[in-house]
């Protein structure tokens, strides 16, 4: 792991009152990679999405991706340095249509200011339709081409999901943190998340995945990080982390740990 | 195929709709004049005009970047005051005072905008309602500058200098309708090109989903500013026109009738669409003159519209176009699987 990271969290810190929801959490996200981020409910997973992503304030640590310091930017300026999220309960622009909800997710990064938008300008023109474009090449991936032009007011629960992937990746990001992608949706768009994500990371995208579903997770990262009680408590490859006594044992409490080791050994 | 899809060479029907329909609009209200003679129309005329720039500015900060603001009384009642002062104190010539007043209101708006939004939605509803209110009592106490509740009365008949020596004397009632209805093309084109441009795309998406939007690089307060600071900027360079038809100005221009005729406008169109608006803009300045109701009486029919609307349209005429659109694309998904 020499290369130089992607994102990188240091002594990230978060209290509500007296709880410590996040506790000096520190980690980082090397270029091109899949990272798992899991932990028991509370554990402080979206808390942590919701810090870097600048959606909540930190108390304490600095973040940067690619080298440049997002601590303490708001959302909007974090999405715009190329760090984008989805939510975890799945979000759209309703009033509008599949098309617009990606072309609206791309036009702040494009630099082409309000003059050049109000006079209609041939710059604006160009970068709309290859908003357009690129927006329906991302429909097709997620197999929701038929409906650019409805409203996604339509759509089920797993295509909203779905929509919220391709809305990320208009920005053009270099890093996509998904917040639960697949809770409450049924295998077979379970299984057709999984492999948009694969085809995503295939060209380069790097992606933090925040699940409960461990399976899915374990199926897709070559990286797992595990959160319990706002601390990292362990960080490795799938196989480790699965046999790591002390994930067993925040997920199934000690004796649980015990008897599940006991069943392997 | 339906109607509207029949395509003649090359245009569509609703296309070529879309077009001739406000052209033709356009063109009757500039020309009425010289249709008629009836100073009752002209009258009307001006009282369109003057509402559909109010509405269609609070359309751009209500339907589409979701703040409810009852400012727009203010700046349109900012506006009247600076143009009156500013011509009968100061001597300013006529544009001058204008093009000021709507600088003034634009200010104003920036300024309510910036402190208030800060906090959240609701505070600016309280925040512009006060202002409003604080407006009223400014121009009825502050009696040095606005001489009270008498007014500024006596309002000269303003004069355009038109280039090559042309001057435009603005004093009958067939001047007035022209002077408001090209400026309330203007301003309407100006509030339509910002709605339809990606600036408006940018703003309904902050009214439907703020977080998403967050998320996605756009700065709320950044297109909430420009929406208010438009919107307060046109209603300033109305009250600054109309004070001169007027001929007076007084506390009243900041009473909540016209608050409320605003909103109604805006909620029986169909907040966040400018056609919608418009439509019912124009029916709500046209239909109780026409029958003769007094501004009590109106107000009352008002309440009685308002009530009736949000139990059959909850969306006002936008609102239901929008909704038969969902409808069809959900028999459709339906057909398909």
Redesign the interface.
Known sequence: MSAAPLLEVRGLTKRYLGLTALDSLSYSVEPGAVVGIIGPNGSGKSTNVDCISGFQGADAGHWFLDGVELTGLPAHRIAQTGLVRSFQNVQAYDEMTLLENLCVARQEIDGIGWWATLARSARLREGEAAAEARGRELLALVGLAEFAQAPAAILSYGQRKLLAIAACLMARPKLIILDEPVAGVNPTMIRHIAQVIRKLNAEGIALIIIEHNVDFVMSLCRRVIVIEAGRKIADASPAVVRADPRVLAAYLGRAGAAEAQGAHG | MTAAGVTVAGVTVAGALRFLLPAGACAVLLLLPRLTANEYLFALGVSFATFSVLAGGLNLVYGYTGLLSFAQVGFFGIGAYAAALLVTEQQWPFLAAVAAAGAIATVAGLVIGYSSLRLSRHAFAIVTLSFALLCMIVARDWVSLTRGAMGIPGLPAPVLNLPAGLSWRIASPADFHWLMTIFAIAANALIY??MT???G??M??IR??E??????????LAYRL?ALGLSALLAGLAGGLFVFYLTIVDPSVFDFYYTETMLIMVIIGGA?SFWGVLVSTAVLTVVPDLLRFSTDLRMVLYGVILIIVMLVFPGGIGGWL?KR??AR??S??VA?S
């Open positions: 090109l910002v441009s990606r600036l795309r940018a309904r998406a439907q989903n977080a998403l939007a967050r998320s996605q690089g756009i700065n709320p420009l966040g929008r659109g969902v694309w959900r459709v998904r398909k």
